[in-house]
Structure formats: C-alpha cells, structure tokens
DNA sequence: TGATTATGACTGACTAGTCAGTCATAGTTC
DNA sequence: GAACTATGACTGACTAGTCAGTCATAATCA
C-alpha cells in the first residue's frame, strides 16, 4: 500500500497547527511570505494579489511535477491560501493548467516579435534576437514552460494549437523573412533554407531542452553553440 | 462529487483521469494473442510472451498518457492479462516505467553505433545514418519514446542519466569523431563545430518534437530538413 | 498431486471539487 | 465619525470518488 510518491514533497512551509487556524485568524494566521500586511489594499487589490499568488504557484509545481501529479492541495499551500479559493478564480485544475500556459505563453510571443527592424546586417539581427532568446528563455523558468508544452501538450491539444498559433507560427514566420532578407542581401547563399526556418531556431530549442534535461551531466554553452551554428550559415568570420 | 462533466468533452484524450479513462484501453481489450494457444508454448515461453504484452501495452499507455496519468488496470486490460500479473513482472509502477524506458532505448543505441565506418564520404556516413534515425525514430513510435523522455525526465533523473550516459554522451561522441574526419579530410571547414557535436543532430530532434506536436498543423518534410542543414556544413551541392 | 502461475475482488491512502459558514471591509445612516 | 448593515472573499472540513498494490482463491502445468 505504500505509495511510491515520485513527488517527494519538500515544503519548507510547515504545516500550520490546525486548532489555531481559526482561533487567531484574525491576523496571525497566514505566516506565508506572500503577505505583506504593511501596505493597505482594498479588496480588488488584494484578490488580484491573491490570484497572482495562486498562478505563480501553480506554475511552479505544474513545472516540477507536471499537470496530473500536481495536487491542488500544494498550490494553495503554496500560494498561502485555502483550497477553495482556487475555485473562486478558476473553474478546475484543466482549464487552470491551460489558462497559466496561454499566459506565460504571451511573454514569449513579445520577446519574438519586439525586436524592430533596425540597422545592421541580418546575422546581427538574428544573433541579437537568439542572444536575447537564450539568455531570457533557455536559462530561466520560461524555458521549463517550453519543455511543459512539449510534455503536456498531445494530451492537451488547445495549447498545442494555441502555442503553434501564437508562437511557432508567427516566429517561424518572423525568421522566414529574416532569412529571405539576407538572401536578398546576399548575406546568406543558402536558398532553401528559406523554406526550413526551424534550422536557425534548431539549436536554440536544443538549448533549452539540454539545459533542463542533461545540464548537470554536461553544462552546454548555448551561446557559443548558437554563434558556431551561425557562422555555418553566414560563413566564418567572427568578432566575438 | 466528481461531477461527470457534462459540458464540453473537447479532448480526444483528456489528461483528466476520470473523463479520459474509458476510451482508451477499453476498446481494445482482448485482441491480445494470450489466450489463443494455437501454438504450443511451455510455461516459460507463455510468460516471456505476456510479459513483451504487458510490456507493449504499457508502451503505449504511458506514451497516450504520461506516467501519472496512467493507470496499471488500463494497461492490463490492454495487455489481456489481469493487474495481478503485472506484479509478478514489475515491482510497482515506478520501476515499470523506469525498465520499459531503459528497454525502449537499448533499440536506439543500437541504431547509433551500428555503422561501421564504412567507405564513402563523411556527409554520405552522417546522411545515410540521419535520414535513418529519422525513418526509424522521428517518424515512429520510438519517436514518442524521446519525447516522453523529455516530458518525464526531471521526475525521474535516474531515466535522465541512463539516457544521457547510453545515448546522449555516446551519440555525440560518434558524431563529434565523425565531424574530426571530416575536418581532417578537408569536408568541414568549421573547425568549432567539432565542439557541438549537438548542431549536427538539432534538426533530426527538431523533427522528433514537430511530428508529436505540429504535425498536423503543418506538416514538416525532415528529411529535406536534414538534407538542407548538412548544405550549410558541407557546402551547397547535392545529389538528390 | 503438488507446485507454479494467474486472477480480480478488495483495501486504504489519496485527491478534485463543494459549500455552509466566517469575518474583514465597504457602504449607509444619523 | 461612530454605529450598524451588507457584501463577498475566503476558509477548510467534507463528499464522492480513484487507483496502486495485495492476497485468498482458482486455474494450469509438469
């Protein structure tokens, strides 16, 4: 009967005394960091606070355990609320689950899509634009929602359609035309691949994936991986 | 409670376990060979033939489902054997899992260091043993296994490092001795490349991710993929 | 027949979701 | 601005299940 528990759960929130909860509810109880008692906040103020508590939780641990091994119960120990009060701000775990992704999703689609055309050659353009990608997506949180998708996402077929519509798609879409530009320019002698942009961001993807899966068997440097992949498109000739 | 969510049955395979939990494994319940002895087997054979069932079964579960979501009474029934037996297989789930991973892989290995280095260019011995990977893995059920890999990986370090050091580390060693022949035969140019072995491979698990997620949304023809990248490393001039 | 293998009903630990009740705060009155 | 009422955000014990793992019994083999 034991449970093989492959979530081994490590909160450092220790379990408060269940007979004083509601005794000194008054203002003792939630010990949670959350809460900073010092600056007064009206009560649209507060609960936005509190869903903002609740979403950055269930971030956390649908990244740690994923969605069917995450337990509701932990998020709002987390978020240092009740249980009940996830129920007041979403309908169910699913629909919690694809709300958080769509919205940790749209901070990528900005990251994509913010760079303006400026000056400088394409190769500076796509390096500046994977630079920033690496060091914001590949190496942080946002880069455990990747490998989230991935993981989740033939069982959760909305966000696989709403990551591709919102991110693969408009991305992909962005590089075409970057590499169709340098073709133009003659910055790139390659014409097909025009027709794989997923190439540029190939190594980029790896990156991420390297980082969460095998970083402590063999740190990758994404960036200078990044760059060599370049000099393969634009040919060699660096100014790092 | 467990309303039996009436509105909007949406996902073909939900990851909800209640609603999901019929369709799958019910269908399919006893087309299994187990219980036609056509063929005399003695004991030891019938039990090496339910469990390569048990063994299937729970292939495909985990790979439908993930490993939490899964549970042993669908794969059972899958199997056409009863949970019981499963137990006289596997320890519990978790090691179930962790041996099927470890089995799916051995096949993959086997793959990767199979070619000797046999005559012909370099570009010719990394085409032929890529475009191979991807009609054997990208494209099949082995590709799933990869992705489950990447899905389930941080749950299960210990699937994680035997990945890591059975097909990752060799891999890229093979493919890192490879690109120093082709360094030293004068077919690369790019000496850096020999650094990250992990550029030669990006497209072909590019390919993996895309089939499992995208592939409806846009197909993608990875065999040219690879065809145009391995442009990019050995100069533009193919034969196909 | 005795040993071995298979079965599936059963147990109990675990969890998504509910809801009656609480209470701090916003609003109203005088 | 003090007293009072109304509101609804919040709580957590509780319900209705779910499912991994067990084991007494049955089937099969040698």
Redesign the interface.
Known sequence: MKK?D??TSRHPVSAQPRAASRASAAKQTKVVSAKLPLIKLNRTERAAERRQAIIDAAMEEFI??????TRLDDIAKRAGVAKGTIYLHFKD??SM?EELIRTAIVPLVGRMQGPPPASGTVRELIEGFALNFIREVATTRRGDIV?L??????????I??F??REV??KGLAGMRALIELGIARGEI??K??A??P??M???A??AV??Q???EK??P?DAI??FR??L???FG?RRTT
Request: charged share 20%; net charge neutral; no cysteine.
């Open positions: 093989p492959t979530r740690a355990r994923g969605f069917a091994a775990k699913e689950f490998r998708i991935v993981a989740e996402g033939p069982r959760f077929p909305s696989a359609d990551y591709y693969v798609s002698t390659n097909n691949l027709r794989f997923q190439i961001v190939a190594p993807m790896i994936i390297w969460s899966l095998f068997h063999a990758l200078e991986m060599t992949h000099d393969l498109i060699e």
